[in-house]
């Protein structure tokens, strides 16, 4: 079984900063999927990115980046430029067949 | 494209009774997912189901089950509620080619009193 850990319960940034959260996973599968989920208060869970194991480019999407290491089984995202909208919980996800495993999650606070 | 919807968005029931929450995938997804989020054990996975055939389930009791209908639409059901099974239930909805991204629905918030 796939196990997905975030370590930071909370992280807290300023506006306009940048802010980095972890994710660790365990797999012996060499083809899967990672994804960053972010759930506003709403509860609605809202893609942010998404990385394919097989490619060794980092995603990035507008300001959310990634730092992907497959040998280390780390899988880390870097909001730039933080903005007020971007408070919400961030879930690091494990993509295997047919199903998605999560960590725990990440609470970010952005300061203004 | 519309995008997945839940029904209800929230329900109080009490302990015994039974539920059905419905999802609805996003149009041309024929791949839905159900899980369950709790404050204590997180986001869970409960199954998922692909042309009206479950492919992969979690480790839930048999309380918990779902169908999929032949348009892609999915129920899932509880029986004999218990107090622990108060939860958001959240559906995804994917093309359901293997290790596809998900997008998922509001949810649905379960109160067991």
């Known amino acids: 079984a796939q196990t997905v850990t975030q370590s930071q319960p909370e992280m807290s940034v300023q506006e306009a900063e940048t802010v980095t959260l972890s994710c660790t996973y365990d797999?012996?599968?060499?083809?899967?999927?990672l994804f960053w989920y972010k759930q506003p208060p709403s509860r609605q869970m809202i893609l942010v990115i998404r990385?394919?194991?097989?490619?060794?480019q980092n995603a990035t999407e507008n300001r959310f980046s990634v730092n992907f290491q497959k040998a280390a089984k780390s899988f880390s995202l870097k909001i730039s430029d933080s903005q007020l909208g971007d408070a919400a919980m961030y879930f690091c996800a494990y993509g295997g067949d047919y199903k998605l495993s999560f960590g725990a999650g990440t609470t970010v606070t952005v300061r203004a | 494209k519309a995008g997945v919807t839940q029904t209800p968005r929230y329900l109080i029931k009490t302990r015994g009774q039974q539920v059905t929450l419905s999802c609805s995938p996003i149009s041309g997804h024929r791949s839905v997912s159900w899980y369950q989020q709790t404050p204590g054990q997180g986001l869970q996975f409960l199954f998922e189901y692909f042309s009206e055939t479950q492919r992969n389930k979690g480790n839930f009791p048999g309380r918990f089950s779902g169908r999929q209908f032949s348009n892609s639409r999915s129920e899932m059901n509880v029986s004999t509620l218990e107090l622990g099974d108060s939860a958001l239930y959240l559906c995804?909805?994917?093309?359901?080619?293997?290790?596809?991204?998900?997008?998922f629905g509001p949810g649905t918030r379960l109160l067991v009193l």
């Open positions: 995804a909805s994917s093309l359901g080619r293997t290790k596809e991204t998900q997008y």
């Open positions: 797999t012996s599968e060499s083809d899967y999927y």
């Open positions: 990385q394919e194991a097989y490619k060794q």
